[in-house]
């Protein structure tokens, strides 16, 4: 290992921050789609204006899908017992956000083929819920990693998980999903309002505003109850950031405050929480003042900031159980080997900036307003 460039400890933050910017990624590119979907019924009114939000989000949505990919992917292979916990045990819910995301390419594929409204009318409900529900549980499961799962390891490792889908959907677990529902719709309704006209983009506007101040609203209150109401998880043995993974060698303590710890080491992490606020309100304040550019900055400046708040809070723990805490699943004990770690960060760092200037590339191409006389003028057009 000594001829590899980079320590383990390294290799491992770096993996670390590497998820973190795929699901960031994600959550701004893929969360427009999930957004606009969510607003269709609403925002909409008319087939027209239906027709109009399908190819604002269709030419791009299967690109942004490639963020969601490479961190599952991510996951898989630089995390192997995260992926073996969290995918087992939140099973359904894997389900349940696939089988919504599968409504997406279907709905947009066979919704204009009949012009019959109850068949339109019946995709358009379809799509609602392919940007509802993952909208949702993505951050019902992210608020499970605040409160544990309940997962054991035995001594092979193997998993044994003891709890059940509804289980998930505590009052912490709800509200974190609300606040990622809040901020999805927000992002779609920056994209509505910068690139639809008229009244349907006064309407985005409209719900935009009040999904940035249920933003601010809901992910304080979700900071508030993390960090002062619920019970955290503190490693009090040394872990060895350099020695092999195993999730047996340590032993962790739940208690109360303990998700604050982090913030008194490193006090400048109180920036982070700040900048989501402060990114949700450039957003409401871009849309009332009916600007292009500001709300979308502001909006992802928020995603950015609300999901770098949770990992920064969560470190070094990826996912805590919360049967058996001294099995809880770090950052040191649960990664791949330092010889993986580094040759899949080789393999990053040539092919990420390859999506970065084709995902910039198609945007630009697709760039300017979407209107009813460019979708009827465009044979492709869903």
């Known amino acids: ?46 087939d027209e204006e239906r027709r109009i ?14 963020w969601l990919i490479l961190g599952g992917a991510a996951i898989f292979a630089a995390f192997p017992p995260l992926y073996a916990v969290s995918f087992s045990g939140f099973y359904v819910a894997m389900i349940a956000i696939l089988l919504a995301l599968i409504l997406r390419p279907v ?11 109850r068949w339109r009318a019946t995709w358009d409900w379809a799509l609602f819920i392919g940007g509802f529900v993952p909208s949702l549980v993505f951050g019902v499961a992210v608020g499970n990693l605040f409160l544990g799962a309940p997962f054991r390891l ?23 999903g609300l606040v990622s529902l809040a901020m999805l719709v927000t992002q779609g309704a920056t994209v509505i309002a910068a690139r639809t006209e008229g009244e349907m983009a006064e309407r985005a506007r409209n719900y935009g505003r009040w999904a940035a101040l249920a933003t601010i609203v809901l ?11 619920l019970n955290g998880y503190r490693v009090t043995s040394v872990q060895d950031v ?18 604050r710890a982090n913030y008194g080491l490193f006090p400048w992490m109180f920036a982070i929480p700040l900048l989501s606020i ?43 159980s919360s049967v058996d805490p001294n099995v809880s699943l770090t950052l040191w004990d649960s ?9 899949m960060l080789v393999a990053t760092v040539f092919f990420l900036p390859i999506i970065l200037l084709y995902t910039a590339w198609v945007f630009r191409v697709m760039r300017g307003p979407v209107t009813a006389e460019s979708v009827d003028n465009n044979p492709n057009a869903y």
Request: charged residues 10%.
């Open 242 to 259: 350099f020695g092999p993974s195993n999730p047996l060698n340590k032993t962790v303590v739940f208690e109360a405050g303990a998700w």
């Open 154 to 176: 035995d001594d092979t490792l193997r998993t044994t998980y003891e709890g059940n889908f509804f289980l998930l959907l505590t009052p912490f677990a709800l509200l974190a």
């Open 335 to 343: 990664s791949s080997s330092h010889l993986t770690l580094f040759t």
């Open 219 to 229: 992910f304080a209150l979700g900071g508030v109850f993390a960090l002062y109401v």
């Open 278 to 320: 402060v990114g949700s309100f450039i957003a409401w304040w871009g849309l009332g003042a009916r600007a292009r550019l500001a709300p979308i900055l502001g909006s992802s400046v928020a995603i950015f900031g609300i999901i770098t708040t949770a990992g920064l809070t969560l470190f070094p723990f990826l996912l805590p």
């Open 53 to 66: 939000l399908l190819n604002l989000a269709g030419p791009t949505w299967e690109g942004n899908q490639v």
């Open 1 to 46: 290992m000594s001829s590899i460039p980079l320590d383990y400890e390294a290799v491992r933050l770096i993996w670390w921050a590497l998820l973190g910017i795929l699901l960031i990624g994600f959550a701004i590119m893929g969360g427009r789609d999930l957004g606009i979907g969510t607003l269709l019924p609403f925002v909409a009114r008319t």
């Open 107 to 117: 709905g947009f594929k066979y919704r204009s083929k009949l012009a019959d409204p």
